[in-house]
């Protein structure tokens, strides 16, 4: 297994361009998240999905959007990069299937967005 | 909200030290816990979890034990190594999160030889 795995690993954009982050899993799990990790502020939740045709809004989803047509992969849009979106962006997937229920994260090794 | 609070860093200590880094949370009912590592580099890696008060999650040589009365999840290490150089985060998983984990925001933590 692949695990979950990102694209580009680091990416420069001028103001104003837009973009997709590329993320897929190949492990079968249901849930997919995308976190931006900015210095002193952790990771941040932008949106997640818990299913193929279902997504919804984390903790900062403005500027982004996503969807997600297959189990396997979920992409993340900036519309219009900004400067306020330079950061480092982590896809994450888990599985809920476990008894007790796991809630363990894995993650890719992020994409490095620099926005001039 | 759910939040995560992690003493602030950087934490600097000397190979074979006693390493703790503090983590309190506040959340509603009776979260996961989690402590997560991240290498120079790379994503974030599960380096231990405990589901329910007094449990002690444990993984190469690292401890944590869920205390619900202090709501704290201090991580704890007897005997640090130079390998132990990374940046290590405490998250929450709280019950009404549908799977979403609720970070603090980092300790970086450098061993010198």
């Known amino acids: 297994n692949a695990g979950v795995t990102q694209t580009p690993k680091f990416q420069v954009l001028k103001t104003g361009q837009s973009m997709t982050l590329q993320c897929a899993q190949d492990?079968?799990?249901?849930?997919m998240s995308w976190y931006r990790q900015d210095p002193g502020m952790g990771l941040r939740l932008i949106h997640y999905?818990?299913?193929?045709?279902?997504?919804d809004q984390g903790e900062v989803p403005n500027g982004y959007n996503v969807s997600r047509s297959t189990t396997e992969d979920f992409p993340l849009r900036l519309l219009s990069a900004a400067p306020s979106q330079t950061s480092v962006y982590f896809c994450a997937s888990s599985y809920s299937g476990t008894i007790p229920p796991s809630y363990e994260q894995y993650f890719g090794p992020g994409t490095r967005l620099t926005v001039t | 909200g759910d939040s995560v609070t992690q003493m602030e860093g950087p934490v600097t200590l000397s190979e074979e030290a006693f390493l703790t880094i503090n983590c309190t949370y506040t959340a509603t009912g009776y979260p996961s816990l989690f402590w997560y590592v991240q290498y120079p580099g790379e994503g974030l890696q599960l380096l231990l979890k405990a589901t329910k008060a007094d449990d002690k999650g444990s993984n190469k040589g690292f401890e944590a034990t869920y205390r619900k009365e202090t709501t704290s999840f201090h991580l704890e290490k007897g005997s640090v190594q130079v390998s132990d150089s990374a940046v290590y985060f405490c998250a929450l998983q709280s019950i009404q999160g549908a799977q979403k984990l609720v970070f603090g925001q980092g300790t970086r933590l450098t061993i010198n030889p």
């Open positions: 999905s818990v299913g193929a045709g279902i997504t």
């Open positions: 492990m079968n799990h249901e849930y």
